[in-house]
């Protein structure tokens, strides 16, 4: 069986028994605090959490899931063993308030004995019991149910079952809400299978956790009280490479003589078969790991890099297909990271080529039949590895170099401040420079690194104008925001502090405003703030910590101001036109997504009373035509006119449907603004409905960093003046064409234009076949002098021209030179006759010599030689004189 069959298997098996199999959820993750998708459970959570009701009791699925970076990271231990990945895939069955511990532990062993037909003596279970101080009570509910599966087996429970405490046998989601104890199926892999219960959960590889049963029963209250929850849920979780890797290596459960490896099953043997032909030298998978991570061999070394490219090119592929791409912030970085090291592995094992798209081929090739959206995908991910490779490879070429010279030098310890040159000067990153140090067992002064990278940022703040706030807000209290109605857009309130500012004037915080402050990518609010009989102007709205909205006054103000009453007034054309600008981005998300496909998401947005700045994740350029379409889909939108729905909720509510950003932090009260069937957590100010916005206009579209296109678009006011402005021009234009119909007065014109540009062009060939014509009438009455002056100038494309005309008078191995006046150098042509050689060698000689450069094939060549002299350089330049004798005599033409 291969790993397809047992997905397959597994998602049949539960069907069978009434579960709707759902499919995988992206990699890229609905939830804001995850870098990637790294469990099965995520696309459930909400209804763990009994913010939302599960439209099915029974569910089963098969997950991808990435772990590298963040809590979950697995990326350093890739390649240095043989069952750590970044990308793997997670089956699992699932129960909300239907089925419990009976059914699931059944079902999982039936599944793995019965229909897989698992070693049954090799089964282990292990049951939660808690040591002093942890959780909840023994789970004897499960324990029961697994001995009486182990008796009706015929084997002894004792032998199989044992307990762990909570690190191995009970699962929190944090330190309050849902929780519950579970039970683990792990394998004896022994070649004997004699391993037993002592190996369970110890250090050895031939010990091997196959599933994971969570039973969520309890309601984790904090200060270490449990309550039972109303309904009982189940969560499973089962790797398919584990399970693919211990069949395949164990040859169908009939030899347990090898050491376990989930690198040796279908997922993963074509990749490392292409491997082996991508390198420029002879070398094999030898499935060795490090006996001393700090101390490997060079066979060890070159397994790892077999496994680690294995394993990040699978990563890359699945992230990139859900629209993921290699860039410079959070989760794309990480990606980034992953891609850079495979590179560095590449070069291990001296891979050839844009060896990463090829082996995303084959990623593609082994995982398609599974996951479609691989095949739609196919071209961005080869475009983008093979962009990132390359930039990449020149990058570690230039820090390889001084990393190496750096370990020479520097003894046991790289000073941390070479380190940051790596990085600042040539891009080179600091953890591969602990890759490369850690093989030959250096080290890098981390600390050393920090403080230079400390040291630049204090720098840089220092070198500009800084916009911040020059006194901590940390003990006001968070200021009331009530600007969402445009009806309390006035407002009284006190003053309650003053905040100096490095700007002209000062920060005025008050109680309570309407003015909006700078957040999320839309600018703050401006407009006036009357204190003591004065109007003061308010230019900037700014956020300062603890949610302290601050106002940028131009006026100095005292103390003496904290406690009067201020009226606030924000300035609403200007605010209106802001709101405006803001939800265009949100109509211009949705836009982009029913055109261009779902991976399509936000990557940032700079929003202003004047424009709108919209980057998002797209694998390539944007055509013309995919514009007009997203243009023609925004303004329908607007057309329609549709109501704007905001509805504040607890963030564990918001619906599956709802877009949340990662760069994003929210708290625990979000607000969620809907846009016909869109929505998407926003705490900005928007338009009371869509038909406010009057009309969008893209003004352009362009790439800003891999995988990352931007929009920049105006609307109402602003669109309205940009098209005002260009009706006159194209009245102007029409005025200066004589009327009419401007674009056929162009037409006429261009075709006129190029008429004249033929004409040209048939002057200028006449003229140059006369030429040719009197020079073939020279060359044949010549006696020999093989090396021409011509008298008018020349430039290369006629020069060449006319030499190729000459070389039909040629007779053997006949070479003929010319020279021109190029204007700031000579223009040089040699050809040669039908049996000559050594024109292009005749060539690449002459112009050497005289301090230029030409080259060609065979017997026709051509190059420039300088000149600084003018038109009496070939006479004043000795050394020219000298190279032309000595090709024949010189004969002015």
């Keep these: 069986m291969d790993a397809n069959g047992f997905r397959s298997d597994f998602l049949k098996f539960f069907s069978e028994r009434a579960h709707t199999i759902v499919p995988s959820s992206s990699l890229l993750p609905s939830a804001p605090n995850l870098l990637f998708t790294n469990a099965g459970m995520n696309q459930f959570v909400p209804y763990f959490l009994n913010r939302q009701r599960s439209p099915h009791g029974r569910v089963a699925d098969a997950q991808k899931c990435i772990r590298a970076g963040g809590k979950h990271n697995d990326l350093d231990d890739v390649g240095y063993d043989c069952h750590h990945h970044t990308f793997f895939e997670m089956l699992g069955n699932w129960s909300f308030g239907d089925y419990f511990k009976e059914e699931a532990i059944r079902w999982a062993w039936e599944l793995l004995v019965e229909k897989w037909q698992f070693p049954k003596k090799r089964l282990m279970a292990t049951v939660y019991r808690p040591l002093d101080g942890e959780p909840a009570s023994e789970d004897k509910e499960s324990y029961a149910i697994w001995f009486d599966v182990f008796k009706r087996a015929g084997l002894d429970p004792l032998q199989h079952i044992t307990f762990g405490g909570a690190k191995d046998n009970f699962w929190m989601m944090g330190d309050s809400g849902p929780c519950g104890p579970c039970t683990e199926i792990h394998m004896d892999l022994s070649e004997n299978g004699d391993g037993g219960l002592a190996m369970v959960n110890g250090t050895s590889s031939r010990s091997m956790e196959l599933w994971n049963l969570v039973f969520i029963q309890y309601n984790a209250m904090g200060a ?183 370990m020479g030098r520097c003894g046991g310890t790289i000073p941390g401040d070479i380190i940051f040159e790596l990085h600042d000067t040539y891009g080179f990153p600091v953890d591969l420079s602990q890759l490369i140090a850690a093989e030959r067992n250096i080290a890098i002064d981390i600390e050393g690194f920090e403080r230079a990278m400390g040291r630049q940022r204090e720098m840089a703040r220092k070198s500009r104008k800084v916009q911040k706030i020059s006194v901590e807000t940390d003990s006001l209290p968070p200021t009331q925001f009530i600007g969402y109605d445009a009806a309390n857009c006035r407002c009284e309130s006190d003053i309650i502090a003053v905040v100096a500012a490095e700007e002209k004037g000062c920060f005025a915080v008050t109680a309570q405003t309407p003015f909006y402050g700078e957040m999320g990518g839309q600018c703050g609010d401006s407009g006036t703030m009357a204190l003591d009989g004065c109007t003061l102007n308010v230019v900037d709205t700014r956020r300062g910590s603890n949610g ?39 109509i211009m998300q949705a836009a982009l997504r029913k055109i261009l496909g779902p991976q399509v998401v936000q990557a940032g947005s700079s929003v202003d009373n004047s424009c709108l700045r919209f980057d998002f994740t797209h694998f390539r350029p944007v055509s013309g035509s995919e514009i007009d379409a997203v243009e023609s889909e925004a303004n329908r939108i607007v057309r329609k006119n549709v109501q704007l729905r905001t509805t504040v909720m607890d963030y564990g509510s918001i619906p599956s449907h709802c877009l949340a950003h990662f760069d994003e932090r929210y708290g625990d009260t979000v607000r969620m603004v809907e846009i016909g069937d869109t929505a998407e957590l926003c705490g900005g100010t928007h338009v009371g409905g869509t038909g406010e916005i009057g009309v969008i206009k893209i003004l352009s579209e362009n790439g800003i960093a891999a995988g990352i296109r931007r929009i920049t678009a105006i609307c109402g006011e602003a669109a309205y003046g940009d098209y005002a402005a260009l009706a006159k021009k194209m009245a102007l234009l029409r005025s200066e064409l004589g009327g009419g119909d401007p674009l056929e007065a162009l037409a006429s014109m261009s075709g006129r234009l190029k008429s004249l540009e033929r004409a040209q062009r048939e002057q200028s060939e006449a003229n140059r076949q006369r030429e040719a014509a009197e020079l073939a009438t020279a060359l044949r009455s010549s006696g020999g002098g093989r090396c021409w002056l011509l008298a008018r100038p020349q430039d290369v494309e006629n020069l060449r021209s006319l030499g190729r005309d000459l070389q039909r008078e040629l007779a053997g191995d006949d070479v003929l030179m010319l020279l021109a006046d190029g204007g700031d150098r000579w223009n040089f042509c040699a050809v040669g006759g039908p049996q000559c050689a050594n024109a292009a060698e005749m060539a690449k000689n002459f112009a050497a010599a005289a301090g230029g450069g030409g080259g060609g094939r065979g017997n026709f060549a051509g190059g420039t030689v300088p000149k600084c002299c003018g038109e009496k350089d070939l006479e004043s330049n000795g050394k020219l004189t000298k190279l032309l004798s000595a090709y024949g005599n010189r004969i002015s033409a």
Excluded at 292 to 303: A, F, G, N, V, Y
Aim: hydrophobic residues 40%; aromatic residues 6%; glycine residues 10%.
């Design 548 to 586: 302290v909205i601050l106002h940028l006054v131009e006026k100095e103000l005292g103390d003496e101001s904290i406690g009067k009453r201020a009226i606030l007034q924000v300035d609403m054309d200007r605010r209106r036109s802001i709101c405006a600008h803001h939800t265009a981005t949100h």
């Design 224 to 406: 270490g009280n449990f309550e039972k929850l109303s309904s009982n849920y189940v969560d499973t979780g089962m790797g398919l490479e584990r399970i693919a890797g211990i069949w395949a290596e164990t040859d169908g459960f009939r030899d347990f003589s090898r050491e376990p490896s989930n690198y040796g099953s279908c997922l993963f043997a074509p990749l490392l078969e292409r491997i082996v032909k991508l390198s420029g030298r002879k070398i094999s998978y030898g499935r060795t790991v490090p006996v001393d991570r700090r101390k490997p061999s060079e066979t060890e070394l070159i397994d790892c890099a077999f496994r680690a490219v294995c394993d990040h090119i699978r990563a890359l592929t699945l992230a990139m297909a859900d629209g993921i791409f290699p860039g410079n912030e959070g989760r794309n970085y990480v990606l980034r990271r992953i891609l850079r090291r495979a590179v560095l592995f590449g070069r291990r094992l001296d891979l050839r080529g844009n060896f990463l798209a090829e082996l995303a081929d084959v990623c593609s090739g082994i995982l398609g039949g599974a996951y479609g959206n691989l095949a739609d995908s196919s071209e961005a991910i080869r475009s983008t590895l093979i962009r990132e490779q390359e930039a990449f490879e020149r990058t570690m070429d230039r820090g390889l170099i001084l990393i190496n010279e750096a």
